[in-house]
């Protein structure tokens, strides 16, 4: 008998181009906790963490870029299980209330991929049924390299955390038979068999937290068809709030690729990072007068020039940091956006 798979409602999901400040906070939080100073990278963008509005909202781009300094010289590797194991079941608010008034663990998991767009995590949720045990699967987004481990450890982490809170509704605690990783298996998994007490596997297509299906199927004893039908419609509030056309895409867009270095992401990557759909994405820049395009080649020239001005690297490696594969194919680029070579401009820095 083949798996049953059930994803989210991509017509929300698809348009999601806001998320929660709190997945920022948690995250920011555990590192203080941890002793690391996150208050300068903060005032740099103007955050002060005892003022925010936990019910505020935050731009994808400028989440991630904010995750990308915190995280730049952060040890050890494996810190991202220990951000999203954090992540308590109040910081979910209405999302969290409606897993907890489903009829049982199973219920409450397909509600939680319906509305996974209101959590934290960067990639897709989907739920795969199976004969004995059930697994939630997470497909991690294309994310900056710094940042891929990190948010991947701690999305799945925090799912866990997630399921061990609603099962504590039951009084059972979450028995894994198996966790999935989806980058290369690291020097130490000893954090990872610790934490999940189950068989990790890692360099796996997509991340996978397997359950029981005996462990999912105990009833709610506060399950309430009314108070589900209340919080499903305040998600629903939610999901339309963020669904909000994007203002000033295209400024987005560029801070969203001057994260990366040597391999810039494609179109349908910064698609899927924000949230929407690639068609999406393409038409509301050309509603702007612009295209992706153009907007690579301005953040590539941005980057050109700064390399070229201050650093003594070959003009072969500027062009692998900017993802050209071949030095000629950069030259002929920055000729067409500056009207001279890359050595000239050098030179005449």
Known sequence: MSNLIISANMQNKNKMTTRSILGLTYTVNGLQSLGYQVQPILKRHGIKLEKLDPFAEIERSLELQILSELFEDVTPAHIGIEMGIR???????????????????????????????????????????????????????????????????????GTYRLIKDILMNIEQDVSLSEV??????????????DMFECDVKFGQPYCRLAIKN?????PFPNANQTAYDYYRAQCDQIIAKRTESIDHLPDKVRKHLALFSYELPSIVEVAEAF????????????????????????VRFDKAKQLLQTTNLPIEDVANRLGYQEAASFNHAFQRWSGTTPSKFRKGA
């Not at 663990?105 to 990639?123: D, H, L, N, T």
Request: with cysteine; glycine share 8%; charged share 25%.
């Open 180 to 193: 999935w990783f989806s980058y290369p298996k690291p020097d130490d998994i000893k954090p990872y068999e």
């Open 214 to 218: 005996t462990d999912l199927s105990i």
């Open 87 to 157: 992540f308590g079941l109040a910081g979910y608010g209405p999302f969290s209330m409606l897993l907890m008034s489903c009829k049982n663990a199973y219920e409450a998991c397909k509600a939680g991929v319906r509305y996974q767009s209101i959590g934290y995590s960067y990639g897709e949720v989907r739920l795969d049924l199976g004969n004995e045990s059930t697994a939630l699967c997470l497909q991690p987004a294309t994310l900056p390299k710094a940042l891929n481990r990190i948010l991947i450890d701690r999305d799945v982490s």
């Open 275 to 298: 949230g929407v759909s690639e068609r999406t994405l393409r038409r509301q820049l050309k509603s702007e007068e612009t295209s992706y395009q153009k907007i690579l080649d301005g």
